[in-house]
């Protein structure tokens, strides 16, 4: 295993493993869903209204995948960073959006109260704005900020990765959770992710450098860690 592998994969791979948990079930809801099963009770939300469900279940493979792949610095000096993001943020935008539409038109079961609903309201509407604001800051040549922006969405679009882990704590600890438990462990799920993402944006702002003026001050980086002076990310 080379050196450049260590420093540079290991938080992708990290990712792509977390992920797993969303795209294994997005596969096995689209098959489900492709296998034309019997409405039941459980099913038959998705089974009437398939749209939305279909695009949560497209948005989170890409956006699950080629978001991890994103966090490769060897892969953001290429163009293929550039190409993938083109990708990367409609589908984030798929999954914010059809989470929103199914919270606000399908019928949830009833261990998912309102008081959930108002939680996945809140987490795909703030997912949005982060996508918003991040494609803004691209598109002005303000690199940081896009991928703060961007490190946001993507731990609020991999909550189902953490949530994996909270509920199967609980469940180990204390048992299945009642409707109360299982709102907060979702919620947890969603802000540790967000703290994780506020921890690595920190790590990562740059730093002023000494001696350069105030037309020179740092304002973002290359999108491989190198700065880049205010006079050169305020042109294009």
């Known amino acids: 295993m080379t050196s450049s592998w260590k420093s540079q994969w290991p938080a992708p791979a990290g990712l792509i493993v ?9 596969f096995v809801r689209g098959a489900e869903l492709a296998s034309r099963p019997e409405v039941t009770p459980d099913n038959a939300r998705f089974v009437t209204a398939p749209l939305p469900i279909v695009l949560h279940i497209v948005g989170s493979i890409l956006f699950s995948v080629l978001g991890a792949l994103q966090f490769a610095p060897s892969l953001r000096r290429r163009r293929w960073h550039r190409y993938a993001g083109r990708l990367v943020v409609p589908s984030g935008i798929a999954v914010a959006g059809s989470g929103l539409w199914m919270t606000l038109t399908y019928a949830m079961p009833p261990i998912e109260d309102s008081g959930l609903s108002v939680i996945r309201v809140v987490v795909s509407t703030g997912m949005l704005l982060c996508l ?14 896009h991928r703060a922006w961007m490190m946001r969405a993507y731990a609020l679009g991999l909550g189902a990765g953490t949530q994996a882990f909270t509920f199967g704590f609980w469940t180990v600890a204390v048992g299945e959770p ?11 799920a969603w802000l540790i992710n967000l703290a994780v993402a506020e921890w690595f944006i920190a790590r990562r702002k ?4 000494a001696g350069l003026s105030g037309s020179g001050e740092i304002t973002g980086d290359a999108g491989d860690g190198r700065p880049v002076p205010r006079s050169t990310a305020s042109r294009g």
């Open 178 to 188: 009642g409707v109360g438990a299982y709102a907060l462990l979702m919620l947890a």
């Open 132 to 145: 918003v604001l991040g494609f803004v800051a691209v598109r002005r040549r303000d690199f940081t900020t």
């Open 18 to 26: 977390l992920s797993l948990v969303p795209v294994i079930a997005a």
């Open 206 to 209: 740059p730093r002023r450098l």
